[in-house]
């Protein structure tokens, strides 16, 4: 089982940005594809951003693409998000899970999901 941890989150303007970050206590962490989600009250989570163990790879939700950034240090077990250009449609809980690469395409985020962390912009 990994544990992963979010934090990061917080209170900014529209236009602003934050970086979260994703780390994991333990395991082969250069091993597992990672992915970030957000869960927005009254919404179903969705899928933000993916990059590969090796950080080669990467994937993004339309909504992000060009003011999202993810990346890793595997030496640091860490994932981040770098946000940047941030609406107030971005606010959302956000977690940080593992996930599988199959058919060119990252799925399969684990079983067990983090606290997350919050992140509101506001208007």
């Known amino acids: 089982q990994v544990q992963l941890v979010e934090s990061g989150g917080g209170l900014v303007q529209a236009g602003g940005s934050l970086r979260l970050s994703c780390a994991d206590a333990?395991?082969?962490?250069?091993?597992?594809?990672m992915g970030w989600f957000r869960q927005a009250p009254g919404k179903e989570r969705e899928f933000v951003a993916a990059?590969?163990?090796?950080?080669?790879?990467?994937n993004y939700a339309e909504s992000v693409k060009g003011r999202f950034t993810i990346s890793r240090d595997n030496a640091k077990n860490t994932v981040y998000l770098q946000m940047n250009s941030l609406k107030p449609e971005d606010t959302a809980v956000y977690y940080c899970?593992?996930?599988?690469?199959?058919?060119?395409?990252?799925?399969?985020?684990?079983?067990?999901w983090g606290q997350g962390t919050q992140v509101t912009v506001s208007s």
């Open positions: 899970n593992t996930m599988r690469i199959r058919g060119g395409r990252f799925r399969d985020p684990g079983d067990y």
């Open positions: 990059i590969s163990g090796s950080g080669s790879s990467t």
């Open positions: 333990g395991r082969t962490f250069s091993s597992y594809a």
